[in-house]
């Protein structure tokens, strides 16, 4: 059960976590320097900046920061805006938004491509149904709401029930429901609500039948908790995050903890079952298994390995840990049924593998592989659904989804529509399971299936006023600097010239363990319809070729992701599927530390390059929001040989005066808790200073967090935004796009 809680964008954006004792705390870092006020320099304007853009930008002081590190002198001229409470900067970014948002809304195409936003995304949309206690549970939007409202209902012919709906829960539409969680039986349900769609949240406990919530069951600090329910229904096991102001930011995550609620009774006296780290890097899980068995405890290293451990239940009294498996460099997710262990790693096999252990003899030696690793395709999802291991694996980014007998022996395959993107979910003691597909031109669809008869069905079908079919999707492979052959998917208009006229939205991730695969992207058709091109590069760093894959683009390896993408971009030029004045760079959050290292490394290849919520400033990242569960995937400028590294392509620190960099749209939130929005208010007071290319703007998101606002106007505002500025530059260089080209 690897949740991964502090991933930079939850995927999910998003959203994407033991026992040991307490690690000492990192070194700190060497003293700066900081020039007294008298000794600051005046207020700046750009002097290299284009003259019309130079006299628009707000002004912008610098001071005489620097940092001696490791021998190297780091320039850290606009270290103030690090401070988002100070009036100053918020008097500075606010002028920043105000010249954005006027720009941004003067823009030819900005009007259109939001009414054509706002047809495709006020559609009536649904996820995956969880069964709990002959109920189902799901998300549903329809086309006039701009949240998704938590229903349930008795099977699938039953009436619906309306359990949440959030919009009701602000004027404005600030709060948000996040992770929820039903007990076994169907009758609680414990969720997460945050103001601003940040991640810190609150966890309440509600009952099904009447929609009563519960004035007792109030957990402050659950931004990382999610409700383990145990089989009696009447308690979980969660992470709870202290709410002590006095705890400084980046080390808060070192203080989480396991405990156990016991419905009914006050949360400041739960039970302490696993104690906090004291360490942020290191970030603890606990949970139960469905029959109330066995308790397990996870301590994760970052992404790249974690140690489990479990107890017995059964045994009252019982304090202590066995130990499955601890301090070896590689991932474990363990399930429990009918008193085995199953346990999905990747431990001597990068594309994963299954094995049975005995929780009698839970030690390395007795672990029985059931599943072996498979040298052409990556195990990308493990659980067990009606009694059987269904498994998703990932070839050449495409989903296949089989079931294996509790051997491990192939039981059938589950026929997909088409390649493309598949998730099966299910409970171990039913038979009927649900599982979502989609591609690039196939929206998204929810079928159930028998496990048993394999028969399946249609559940949901998400419709929009477009023609996905009329569009063609290629995947293309191309060679990245090294020699390492890396694959691109390519969604274009069937008569979409081959002559490098086409204007090309390029995007992608490329770090933590995460595979892009082809998903339904309703977003990009008005895009398409002008005639663009879209394509998705799956850089290394990703899990598409399992974890050798993700570790070529982690740590001091990390600019083999850079390299990727800019041979990437590369590729669609040879190819004559666009050209570098029509081409537009996208990412956020980790994808946005790409695009502003691409924009550094490589300002040439891109007309544009549109970077939201990203980490930019590599030696000081660390520091703020959950920076510090990060440095397993970037490394820490602690030490000495990863501030090197991260120094060696540290964006901020490498914007250099007078060059011509592409036109450059920066989108942070004002609630973004993860990653600090002072990365981007950094860099683009640099880039405004240095650039003698086009125009710098900064972009706020307001009452949202680091995944953005979770309003349906909110998104197509600003996908609206992205997609205007693109084609607006694109327009600068002559280029003749209709207003909405047929596929």
Not at 112 to 128: D, F, G, H, M, P
Not at 604 to 627: E, H, K, N, T, W
Not at 692 to 702: I, K
Request: glycine fraction near 8%.
């Amino acid at each position: 059960m690897i949740r991964r809680a502090a991933l930079p964008l939850s995927l999910a954006l998003l959203s994407l976590a033991a026992c040991g004792g307490a690690a000492p705390p990192a070194p700190p870092l060497p003293p700066v320097t900081t020039a007294p006020a008298a000794q600051l320099a005046p207020a700046a304007q750009p002097s290299a900046a284009l003259p019309q853009w130079a006299s628009l930008y707000p002004s912008t002081r610098t001071v005489d920061q620097r940092d001696t590190l490791f021998g190297t002198e780091v320039r850290d001229p606009y270290r103030w805006l690090e401070d988002g409470k100070s009036p100053e900067v918020q008097a500075w970014l606010a002028a920043q938004d105000k010249l954005a948002r006027a720009k941004l809304d003067a823009l030819p195409d900005r009007g259109a491509i939001l009414a054509r936003l706002k047809e495709l995304s006020y559609v009536n949309s649904q996820t995956t149904p969880v069964q709990r206690g002959g109920r189902l549970f799901y998300m549903r939007r329809t086309g006039t709401q701009e949240k998704s409202v938590l229903y349930f209902r008795t099977g699938k012919a039953g009436a619906e029930h309306l359990l949440i709906d959030p919009s009701t829960w602000s004027a404005d539409g600030s709060s948000s429901l996040h992770d929820w969680s039903v007990s076994w039986d169907g009758k609680r349900l414990a969720y997460k609500r945050s103001e601003n769609n940040s991640d810190e949240a609150t966890m309440y406990v509600m009952d099904v039948d009447t929609g009563k919530v519960s004035t007792i069951d109030v957990i402050p600090g659950a931004k990382y908790a999610y409700a383990s329910w145990l089989p009696t229904n009447d308690g979980f096991y969660y992470v709870r995050l202290p709410v002590d102001p006095s705890i400084p930011v980046d080390a808060r995550p070192g203080t989480r903890e396991v405990r156990f609620h016991k419905l009914g009774t006050d949360p400041a006296k739960d039970e302490l079952v696993h104690d906090k780290t004291g360490d942020p890097t290191l970030m603890i899980e606990g949970y139960v298994s469905r029959d109330g068995h066995w308790l397990f405890s996870e301590l994760d290293h970052g992404w790249r390995s974690n140690d489990l451990a479990f107890r017995d239940l059964r045994k009252p009294g019982s304090k202590g840990w066995t130990t499955i498996i601890q301090g070896t460099d590689a991932l474990y997710d363990v399930t429990a049924y009918k008193d085995r262990f199953y346990v999905h790693t990747n431990e001597g096999a990068p594309n994963w593998r299954v094995f049975e252990v005995d929780p009698a003899h839970p030690e390395r030696a007795s672990w029985k592989e059931i599943v072996a690793e498979r040298p052409d395709a990556t195990m990308d999802g493990f659980r067990i659904v009606g009694g059987t291991l269904a498994l998703t694996y990932i070839k050449d980014v495409t989903s296949r989804v089989e079931l294996h007998d509790l051997a491990g022996k192939l039981v059938r395959e589950v026929p997909l529509p088409a390649l493309g993107s598949a998730e099966l979910h299910g409970d171990a003691d039913q038979d009927e399971a649900f599982y979502s597909f989609e591609t690039y031109n196939y929206p998204s669809e929810i079928h159930s299936l028998s496990v048993k008869k394999g028969t399946d069905a249609v559940w949901f079908k998400l419709k929009v006023p477009a023609d996905p079919p009329s569009y063609v999707v290629e995947q293309i492979f191309f060679q990245s600097k090294d020699g390492t052959r890396v694959p691109m998917f390519v969604v274009r208009g069937k008569s979409t010239p081959r002559d490098g006229s086409a204007p090309a939205y390029l995007t992608g991730y490329g770090g933590f363990n995460s595979s892009e695969t082809p998903t339904f992207r309703k977003g990009i058709f008005p895009w398409l319809e002008r005639g663009g091109i879209y394509a998705v590069a799956n850089m290394r760093g990703g899990g598409e070729y399992g974890e050798g894959w993700h570790r070529a683009g982690m740590k001091h390896d990390k600019q083999h992701v850079f390299d990727d993408f800019e041979a990437a971009a590369e590729a669609l030029v040879k190819e004559k599927l666009t050209s570098a004045d029509r081409l537009v760079a996208f990412g956020a959050s980790n994808g946005g530390l790409l695009m502003g290292a691409v924009l550094t490394q490589r300002p040439d290849l891109f007309r544009a390059v549109i970077c939201a919520v990203p980490l930019l400033d590599m030696v000081r990242y660390q520091m703020s929001g959950s920076g510090r569960t990060w440095t397993s995937e970037y490394g820490s400028a602690d030490d000495e040989g990863d501030f090197r590294a991260l120094y060696a392509y540290s964006p901020v620190h490498h914007v250099t005066p007078g060059t011509p960099y592409p036109s450059v749209l920066m989108d942070t939130a004002d609630s973004d808790d993860r990653v600090d929005p002072m990365h981007a208010r950094k860099m683009a007071a640099e880039l405004q200073a240095a650039s003698s290319g086009g125009p710098v703007l900064l972009r706020v998101e307001h009452n949202s967090g680091h995944g953005g606002a979770d309003l349906v106007r909110a998104l197509v505002e600003r996908q609206a935004d992205w997609y205007a500025f693109a084609l607006s530059e694109i327009r600068k260089t002559g280029a003749t796009m209709g207003p909405a080209a047929a596929p």
